[in-house]
């Protein structure tokens, strides 16, 4: 039997240091970047603005690459990656995570984590990720994003 899919948006949130904002969160007990479950209203863009802010206190925005333009539609930044996430932690029903990861760049606000779901917020330089407990792929994933944002100068 398939497990089920969640669909979840989340953000790579870089300073203008290269370094990376991650929360530390109970659920799984590692460091990883903000971010949560897509609500039924909202395209993946607003849910991981949202995710961010509710989470973090503060305001981001999508760094956006070149991509399709018309004036007719609004189109919706793709995301930097899209990860399949096995969610077999012992305190959840097994589940897969369909993740939007997004890059993004902070606004402004006050770094106010949301003690219910992150114990701390933290920035952290981004070859200095690989220190902490997180995701096996986060690290690399980290390093990819500061790549791409430095080689499309965005």
Do not use: Q
């Amino acid at each position: 039997m398939r497990s089920a899919r969640h669909f979840t948006a989340a953000a790579i949130i870089l300073d203008d240091r290269d370094r990376v904002l991650l929360v530390s969160h109970h659920k799984i007990g590692l460091w990883i970047y903000p971010g949560g479950h897509l609500e039924a209203d909202e395209d993946p863009v607003e849910g991981v603005v949202r995710e961010v802010r509710e989470e973090t206190g503060l305001r981001v925005e999508v760094i956006r690459a070149k991509s399709f333009e018309h004036p007719a539609i609004r189109v919706i930044p793709p995301p930097f990656a899209i990860l399949d996430i096995d969610m077999n932690a012992p305190s959840s029903e097994a589940h897969r995570h369909i993740e939007l990861v997004y890059v993004c760049r902070p606004l402004r606000g006050t770094l106010t984590p949301r003690l219910a779901e992150v114990g701390e917020c933290r920035w952290v330089p981004a070859l200095e990720v690989g220190r902490l407990e997180t995701p096996t792929e986060l690290p690399d994933l980290v390093l990819a994003a500061v790549n791409w944002v430095h080689a499309a100068d965005l």
